[in-house]
C-alpha cells in the first residue's frame, strides 16, 4: 500500500514538472515574441510588398516610410524606451555604414530602384541591423537579463572594434573571423548570461547565447533574401539557401551588437550608482 502511495506521488510530482516546464517554455516563447516585434513586422513587410501590386513609390521607398512609422509607433506606444532608442539609431547607422562597403565590394546587392538609396543602398536596410538591437534591448528588459563575470572594459572594447574591422579589412587584407572566435571564447569562457523567466532565474554560457542568436539570425536572413530584401550573387538568378557558412559573420555581428548593448548598460548602470 505505501509502495502504491509512494509511486503516486511520485507520478504526480514528475506531471508536475512537466507541466511547470511547459508553463515556463510558454513564458519564455511569449517574452521572445514581443521581443521580435520589430524584426516579425520587418519580415512581414518584406512579403506583403513582395506580393502586393505598390503605387506612388518604390519598394525600396514604402519598406522605408513602414520602419519608420513602425519606430514611431514603438517609443509613442512605450513598447521602447528614449534610451533604447539611441541604441537602435547607433545601429542603424553602425549597420548602413557596412551595407555601403559589403554592396560596392560586390558582396550583396539591392537591384530594385529606389529614391531612397545611397550608393546603392536603400535606407531601411539600416532597420535590418536596428532590429536587432532591438530584440537585445527588448529581451534584456523583458527578461530581467543580467551579466556574470562580464570582462573588464578594455578587453570587451578593444574586441568588439576589432570584430567589426574585420568585415572591412578581410577584402584586402587576411580574414581572421576564426582568431577573432577563439579570443571571443577565450575573453567570455567564464561569463554567463542570467534571465528570469516566471520569478524564475536561469543561466547561460555567454558564448553558447551568441551562438544561439547567430543561428537564429541566419534563418532570419534566409527569409529576408526569399523575399527579396538583398540579393547575394549566387541569388541572382533564381533564390537559394544562404551558404551555411554565413552563420560565422552573423555569429560575430551577434557578438558586436551584445557587446556594444551590454557597454551601455555597465555604462549606464554605473552613471546611475554615481
Not at 516579425?40 to 514604402?62: E, K
Not at 532590429?131 to 527588448?138: D, F, G, I, K, P
Not at 536561469?202 to 523575399?227: D, H, K, Q
Request: charged share 15%; with cysteine.
Amino acid at each position: 500500500m505505501n509502495v502504491t502511495i509512494q509511486r503516486d506521488s511520485q507520478k504526480k510530482s514528475i506531471e508536475e514538472k512537466i507541466m511547470r516546464a511547459i508553463k515556463q517554455l510558454v513564458r519564455f516563447g511569449w517574452e521572445q515574441a514581443l521581443s521580435c516585434l520589430f524584426p516579425v513586422v520587418i519580415f512581414a513587410s518584406l512579403a506583403v510588398t513582395q506580393i502586393l501590386p505598390l503605387s506612388f513609390l518604390p519598394r525600396y521607398d514604402w519598406l522605408l516610410l513602414i520602419f519608420l512609422l513602425m519606430q514611431w509607433g514603438m517609443i509613442r506606444s512605450g513598447l521602447e524606451t528614449r534610451d533604447e532608442l539611441k541604441v537602435i539609431t547607433l545601429f542603424h547607422l553602425i549597420g548602413f555604414a557596412l551595407e555601403i562597403f559589403k554592396v560596392h565590394m560586390g558582396s550583396w546587392s539591392y537591384p530594385e530602384e529606389g529614391y531612397s538609396k545611397i550608393f546603392g543602398v536603400p535606407l531601411y536596410s539600416g532597420f535590418m541591423y536596428a532590429s536587432v538591437a532591438s530584440y537585445l534591448c527588448q529581451a534584456w528588459r523583458r527578461l530581467k537579463v543580467d551579466l556574470v563575470k562580464w570582462p573588464p572594459f578594455l578587453a570587451v572594447v578593444p574586441l568588439a572594434a576589432a570584430i567589426y574591422l574585420n568585415f572591412f579589412t578581410h577584402h584586402y587584407w587576411a580574414d581572421v573571423r576564426w582568431w577573432l572566435s577563439a579570443l571571443v571564447i577565450i575573453v567570455f569562457y567564464r561569463s554567463w548570461v542570467t534571465y528570469e523567466v516566471g520569478r524564475t532565474r536561469y543561466r547561460m554560457p555567454l558564448v553558447f547565447s551568441f551562438v544561439l542568436i547567430g543561428f537564429f539570425i541566419w534563418i532570419a536572413e534566409n527569409i529576408a533574401t526569399f523575399f527579396g530584401a538583398w540579393e547575394y550573387p549566387n541569388q541572382t538568378n533564381a533564390w537559394s539557401l544562404v551558404h551555411l557558412g554565413k552563420v560565422s559573420s552573423w555569429l560575430l555581428l551577434v557578438i558586436v551588437s551584445f557587446l556594444i548593448v551590454a557597454t551601455l548598460k555597465q555604462v549606464k548602470g554605473k552613471m546611475a550608482q554615481g
